[in-house]
């Protein structure tokens, strides 16, 4: 567990790594340990084990083409910054990350 001294909020750090042909991708991702992270932490393993959390595509970030990315569910990769730094707070990311989850099938 990761835990911020600002505001003495415990994070769950979820962890994927993916192998790929010439490269690893790593991913860390951020959620509250409360009741609400603890279940979008489950969907999400869900969601992992389905193998809907990444693809194969064109990094937002870099323009590299061919590469591992999201696919369509956001993570928090950021514990502070809000939804602009891809962290907290951020009032809406639950209902999104749930929306987003539903789209693809987890409940």
């Given at each position: 567990?990761?835990?911020?001294?600002?505001?003495?909020?415990?994070?769950?750090?979820?962890?994927?790594?993916?192998?790929?042909?010439?490269?690893?991708?790593?991913?860390?991702?951020?959620?509250?340990?409360?009741?609400?992270?603890?279940?979008?932490?489950?969907?999400?393993?869900?969601?992992?084990?389905?193998?809907?959390?990444?693809?194969?595509?064109?990094?937002?970030?870099?323009?590299?083409?061919?590469?591992?990315?999201?696919?369509?569910?956001?993570?928090?990769?950021?514990?502070?910054g809000g939804p602009?730094?891809?962290?907290?707070?951020?009032?809406?990311?639950?209902?999104?990350?749930?929306?987003?989850?539903?789209?693809?099938g987890i409940y």
């Amino acid at each position: 567990f990761f835990s911020s001294r600002r505001r003495h909020t415990r994070f769950l750090p979820v962890s994927w790594a993916r192998r790929c042909v010439q490269e690893t991708a790593r991913r860390v991702a951020y959620l509250p340990d409360n009741e609400e992270g603890r279940e979008v932490c489950d969907l999400l393993k869900t969601a992992f084990e389905r193998k809907l959390i990444f693809t194969v595509g064109t990094s937002v970030t870099t323009g590299q083409s061919n590469v591992v990315v999201w696919n369509g569910i956001h993570h928090k990769t950021n514990i502070s910054g809000g939804p602009a730094y891809f962290g907290y707070p951020d009032e809406t990311y639950f209902n999104r990350v749930k929306q987003e989850l539903a789209a693809k099938g987890i409940y």
